[in-house]
């Protein structure tokens, strides 16, 4: 098999993003009016487009400060870095990373709104660790999430972990093998696998470069499990 089907983390990650998740209530939100409006009972069309509405101030006050401090931080020039705000979501886009945060209504509880910051399109592992990028996005991140190109058997990801030899990484999983979750001793990250991606999930939030620390130690604990063991590699 050449390097073009098992090689470098260019070929093998095709993506990864940073995500972090907060909700909050409707009625509590800056611009609700408790004399004029009510909380959504069904998360429609309608009651979206009632939220964004709210929540867009919000978002054009939260963008523009990060706009402005990547800016300095960063050196951008103006051609360098974009803000767009619209239908709840705000969308800081630049020539290194995109950054986005929206607003959406849980389904099962439309009173209640979910706010998803994701982090994507990274140009580089070196960007998530750069202390002045760190500092000036804070910690907005729970979750890092990896999809792989190519598939892997859960089956034989749990056997080269139970086969390790004075490993400190343990795994659980159901008995239909659909995913595990290894830790590793003395971090607090859960890694859940499946056949087609990783998920790194962090009790609290932090800095991407928290993550991408997490994710060299654990790649670091598997380099001897053949079957994932080109997947991990992050360069």
Aim: proline content about 3%.
């Amino acid at each position: 098999m050449d390097s073009s089907e098992n090689g470098s983390s260019k070929n093998l990650i095709q993506c990864l993003t940073l995500v972090g998740l907060q909700e909050g209530l409707v009625k509590r939100m800056d611009g609700f009016d408790k004399s004029r409006h009510t909380a959504p009972r069904f998360a429609s069309d309608r009651a979206q487009q009632f939220l964004a509405r709210l929540a867009n101030p919000e978002l054009s006050e939260w963008g523009e400060e990060l706009f402005a401090a990547f800016r300095e931080a960063m050196k951008y020039r103006r051609k360098d870095i974009s803000l767009v705000v619209e239908n709840g979501t705000a969308r800081i886009e630049s020539k290194d990373f995109v950054l986005e945060r929206r607003y959406s209504l849980q389904e099962d509880s439309p009173e209640y709104y979910a706010i998803e910051t994701e982090l994507m399109n990274a140009s580089s592992a070196d960007l998530l660790e750069l202390e002045a990028f760190n500092q000036t996005i804070g910690p907005l991140f729970e979750r890092l999430r990896c999809v792989f190109k190519r598939e892997v058997l859960v089956e034989d990801l749990v056997d080269g972990i139970e086969d390790a030899e004075g490993g400190e990484v343990t795994v659980t999983y159901p008995s239909t093998c659909e995913y595990c979750d290894a830790r590793i001793e003395g971090l607090d990250a859960v890694f859940r696998f499946d056949s087609a991606t990783l998920e790194i999930r962090y009790p609290s939030f932090g800095m991407p470069r928290q993550l991408i620390d997490a994710y060299r130690v654990m790649a670091k604990e598997l380099a001897s499990v053949e079957v994932v063991k080109d997947l991990l590699f992050l360069e």
